[in-house]
């Protein structure tokens, strides 16, 4: 056995790393808070632009990190 042969390969073999998260999560998860503040502004009695923006904040902000938690989930247990 020679010495190079004892060295590890790790400089011609790359591990391929998987991403802590893909890039397409967080978009598909605006689509939860947009859609329920669509629903609250079509909805509402008065200010319609008032009542879709602060949906988008509440619970907005909650149903995005929601469904990036979902979606990261259902990722790393390989969901098929």
Sequence with gaps: MTEHDAQP???SVKERREPLILWWM????L????AWAAWQAVS?????????AFALVWPGVLLYLGAVAVL???WKIDLE
């Design 72 to 74: 990261w989930g259902g």
């Design 44 to 52: 509402a009695d008065g200010s319609a632009l008032g009542e879709g």
């Design 31 to 34: 689509l939860a808070p947009l």
């Design 9 to 11: 390969r790790t400089d």
């Design 26 to 29: 967080p978009v598909v998860a």
